[in-house]
Antibody, heavy 121, light 108 residues
Framework: QVQLVESGGGVVQPGRSLRLSCAAS????????MHWVRQAPGKGLEWVAV????????YYAGSLKGRFTISRDNSKNTLYLQMNSLRAEDTAIYYC??????????????WGQGILVTVSS | DIQMTQSPSSLSASVGDRVTITCRAS??????LNWYQHKPGKAPKLLIY???NLQSGVPSRFAGSGSGTDFTLTISSLQPEDFATYYC??????????FGGGTKVDIK
């Protein structure tokens, strides 16, 4: 069955960096686009970024102002989110999600359980 | 970016009630509208895609409708496991996906 398992979260000081990973199994990872979505405490879902199946296309939420980078390693069935210059407002649960297509233009039809990132001094 | 506005932001209902949640887009999005269910501590779950298509495995009491700017999620007979927060999401502008603010459904 499809599994998405996020890791790499934790407490980090403002201004520092963190890299999240999402290990995928149960499907042919290299043929699907993948997303990151986050949920700040007490807030709703916010889309963060998408990457196409072959990493040709990458798009980001405008609010991130270039601080985050999405990437993938299809040989390792793993999705990444590199987060730099972290701010308190980046505190959230981060979810990886599988798109139903290869380019990231379809619905997010399977999600991981999420990983908590806390930005605090 | 396309703004998605859900109403109500919360509602209280009883088991067996018919529940309707609305989602309005700031511009026409055709039928590029998805609905998700999210329970605390759990992974969000896709319910409806392309406005009215029921995701595999989702009970038939869930139904979606609408096109253009106005959309509806209806739960025909609310069950105990349906108490959750529901989000709409547009994938018309695929360079900037956006979610509605959510509708929390709790027990009356």
């Amino acid at each position: 069955q499809v599994q998405l398992v996020e890791s790499g979260g934790g407490v980090v000081q403002p201004g520092r960096s963190l890299r999240l990973s999402c290990a995928a199994s149960g499907f042919t990872f290299s043929t699907y686009a993948m997303h990151w979505v986050r949920q700040a405490p007490g807030k709703g879902l916010e889309w963060v970024a998408v990457i196409s199946y072959d990493a040709t296309y990458k798009y980001y939420a405008g609010s991130l102002k270039g601080r985050f980078t999405i990437s993938r390693d299809n040989s390792k069935n793993t999705l990444y989110l590199q987060m730099n210059s972290l701010r308190a407002e980046d505190t959230a649960i981060y979810y990886c999600a599988k798109d139903s297509g290869s380019l990231g233009t379809q619905e997010m039809h399977f999600w991981g359980q999420g990983i908590l990132v806390t930005v605090s001094s | 970016d396309i703004q998605m506005t859900q109403s109500p932001s919360s509602l209280s209902a009883s088991v067996g009630d018919r529940v309707t949640i609305t989602c309005r887009a700031s511009q026409s999005i055709s039928n590029y509208l998805n609905w998700y269910q999210h329970k605390p501590g759990k992974a969000p779950k896709l319910l409806i895609y392309k406005a009215s298509n029921l995701q595999s495995g989702v009970p038939s009491r869930f139904a979606g409708s609408g096109s253009g700017t106005d959309f509806t999620l209806t739960i025909s007979s609310l069950q105990p496991e349906d108490f959750a927060t529901y989000y709409c999401q547009q994938n018309y502008n695929t360079l900037a996906l956006t979610f509605g603010g959510g509708t929390k459904v709790d027990i009356k």
